[in-house]
């Protein structure tokens, strides 16, 4: 198969260190999948890395965090465009910031790329870097800064499905499917792009793009729960998706 080529950017504040060990968890993917990571700009990128602002996610919980957002205009849909923020420290209980060792930052990158790469979920059980639990996301960071391969099964699973193949339906209750196609409807009558689609393993958004870089968003809450009970999923829309609906002029 033919590499896939991404044009990815890292931190423009990264250390040599920091610089060598994102460079050695670019590699492990591209050694896993039919990926190929070519370096650019920021602005150039689908694929940004950067270093989390002070602030951003919980501290105490999270070492990363990402966004792809998903463009449901083409043909089969592709990500557009994810960002990865990592953090170079986390808090302990008495908020005191504990720099990330060398195999919880490459363990930590490894995890969020796999979401950057297309995979919004967590894998349960087994050995996989994709999984929730932080100490085994270190010790696949310590295995890969040895030289071991990244074991992401499900990863590559997902990139043996044909890019826009239908896994399985929801149902929309009336409710949510008139909000869809009403928002849907006030975004091509004045003229914004979409829609765009960011999942997580819980919570999603389907959103249009807004003048002055808004997004006019349905969020899914709790999607994973709808698929046991398609009448209890919710789409909320956000301020600006709401003012559409009520036929406010955009602000
Ligand atoms: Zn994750």
């Known amino acids: 198969m033919t590499p896939a080529v991404i044009p990815v950017s890292l931190p423009p504040d990264a250390s040599a260190a920091e610089r060598s060990l994102l460079g050695k968890a670019l590699s492990a993917w591209e050694v896993a999948l039919p990926v190929r990571f070519e370096q650019t700009s920021a602005v150039l990128a689908r694929l940004e890395i950067r270093f989390a602002r002070v602030g951003e996610g919980d501290p105490r919980r999270t070492s990363g965090l990402t966004a792809a957002d998903c ?32 195999e919880e930052l490459l363990g930590t990158a490894l995890h969020e790329l796999g979401h950057a790469l297309g995979f919004q979920g967590h894998v349960a059980h087994g050995r996989s870097v994709m999984v929730r639990n932080t100490e085994a996301v270190r010790r696949m960071g310590r295995g890969v ?29 009336s409710g949510p499917a008139r909000r869809l196609v009403d928002l849907a409807e006030v975004a091509s009558v004045r ?35 709808a698929r046991r009970d398609p009448q209890g999923l919710v789409l909320l829309p956000n301020p600006s998706a709401w003012s559409a609906l009520q036929g406010e002029p955009p602000g």
């Open 71 to 102: 463009d449901l205009r083409e043909s089969p849909p592709s990500v557009e465009r994810a960002v990865v923020s990592l953090r170079r420290a986390n808090l302990d209980v008495l908020d005191r910031p504990v720099a990330l060792s060398d």
């Open 191 to 225: 003229g914004w792009p979409g829609p765009w689609v960011r999942v997580g393993d819980r919570g999603g958004r389907i959103f249009w793009r807004s003048p002055r870089g808004g997004e006019a968003a349905l969020q899914l809450l709790d999607w994973s729960a």
């Open 145 to 173: 800064l040895a030289g071991e391969a990244l074991r992401a099964p499900s990863v590559q699973a997902l990139y043996r499905v044909p890019s826009g193949a239908i896994v399985g339906r929801i149902a929309l209750a």
